[in-house]
T-cell receptor
Framework: EPEVTQTPSHQVTQMGQEVILRCVPI?????FYWYRQILGQKVEFLVS????????KSEIFDDQFSVERPDGSNFTLKIRSTKLEDSAMYFC???????????FGDGTRLSIL | GESVGLHLPTLSVQEGDNSIINCAYS??????FIWYKQESGKGPQFIID?????DKRQGQRVTVLLNKTVKHLSLQIAATQPGDSAVYFC??????????FGAGTTVTVRA
């Protein structure tokens, strides 16, 4: 069964450094998302992306964050200058169409030192 | 504001028994609901979904019930197995661009 894949599984970065989290959504999916989950807490929406542009973003997704779909298969989340509070699991999700369930990857654990 | 929440943070169930996991949502305008299962170290895994024009939907060993009158969603798991041990989240869509997740219920299956 096709799945969303995320790399790396764990990223350790110094505070203030830039980090890029990578995702390969399921191939025929059209909608893409990033969520994060701080340890022990619920999953929080960051941003949605459709038709090569951001559809919606949360208040967490400030100017330090950006997303890109550089080619037909990858979907990336960049954090420009990381902060300690950016430490979390970051999940990528995708879905094929409107009102269809989103399918999640297994996440990237981001640790900011 | 909109929020999705679960009534109980933990649930312990005997193997072979049925499990019922509850969720309350606050936005009466939500029209699509999804249950996810999250195992340790993994991402949320889709279990079952339901649209607001339905009140019940069945899958393999799982049933989702939606009561729009009291804004309540439940997930029933029949004949619970050890592999069902996980955190279960309900999620709602407000405009189909994002999911709003509840806090989760940790289900532990006793042998």
């Amino acid at each position: 069964e096709p799945e969303v894949t995320q790399t790396p599984s764990h990223q350790v970065t110094q505070m203030g450094q830039e980090v890029i989290l990578r995702c390969v959504p399921i191939s025929n999916h059209l909608y893409f998302y990033w969520y994060r989950q701080i340890l022990g807490q619920k999953v929080e929406f960051l941003v949605s992306f459709y038709n090569n542009e951001i559809s919606e973003k949360s208040e967490i997704f400030d100017d330090q964050f950006s997303v890109e779909r550089p080619d037909g298969s990858n979907f990336t989340l960049k954090i420009r200058s990381t902060k300690l509070e950016d430490s979390a699991m970051y999940f990528c999700a995708s879905k094929p169409g409107f009102n269809q369930p989103q399918h999640f990857g297994d996440g990237t654990r981001l640790s900011i030192l | 504001g909109e929020s999705v929440g679960l009534h109980l943070p933990t649930l312990s169930v005997q193997e072979g028994d049925n499990s019922i996991i509850n969720c309350a949502y606050s936005n009466s305008a939500s029209d699509y609901f999804i249950w996810y299962k999250q195992e340790s170290g993994k991402g949320p895994q889709f279990i079952i979904d339901i649209r607001s024009n339905m009140d019940k939907r069945q899958g393999q060993r799982v049933t989702v019930l939606l009561n729009k009158t009291v804004k309540h969603l439940s997930l029933q798991i029949a004949a619970t197995q050890p592999g069902d041990s996980a955190v279960y989240f309900c999620a709602e869509t407000l405009n189909d661009y994002k999911l709003s997740f509840g806090a989760g219920t940790t289900v532990t299956v006793r042998a």
